[in-house]
């Protein structure tokens, strides 16, 4: 069984930061993609960021330049370091691993992040 858990989330003022993180737990295969996707209140859940047990990463243009996305492959952690942060970003944050393997994925909980104006 595989458990994500994250945390970091919360209530920051515009031109902030916070830095999430997501820990795996359980048996996941060490080729995967580990990432972090956003839904905001009425919206869709959209992809922030991703990156690969090689290092590769992928970002949303809405995010490209203020976000970064980072992993421990050693402690099956993946963070989120999120600079300039503007009320746009208000959004559940989901920790998320794709197994290349066995083709499967996995959620996290969430946590809120909000950024006031």
């Known amino acids: 069984q595989v458990q994500l858990v994250e945390s970091g989330g919360g209530l920051v003022q515009a031109g902030g930061s916070l830095r999430l993180s997501c820990v795996a737990s359980?048996?996941?295969?060490?080729?995967?993609?580990m990432g972090w996707s956003r839904q905001a209140p009425g919206k869709q859940r959209e992809l922030v960021a991703a990156?690969?047990?090689?290092?590769?990463?992928n970002y949303a243009d809405s995010v490209k330049g203020r976000f970064t996305i980072s992993r421990d492959n050693a402690k099956n952690t993946v963070y989120l370091q999120m600079n300039s942060l503007n009320p746009e970003d208000t959004a559940v944050y989901y920790c998320?691993?794709?197994?290349?393997?066995?083709?499967?994925?996995?959620w996290g909980q969430g946590t809120q992040v909000t950024v006031s104006s």
């Open positions: 998320n691993v794709h197994d290349l393997l066995l083709s499967l994925d996995y």
């Open positions: 359980g048996s996941i295969s060490r080729f995967n993609v």
């Open positions: 990156i690969s047990s090689g290092g590769n990463t």
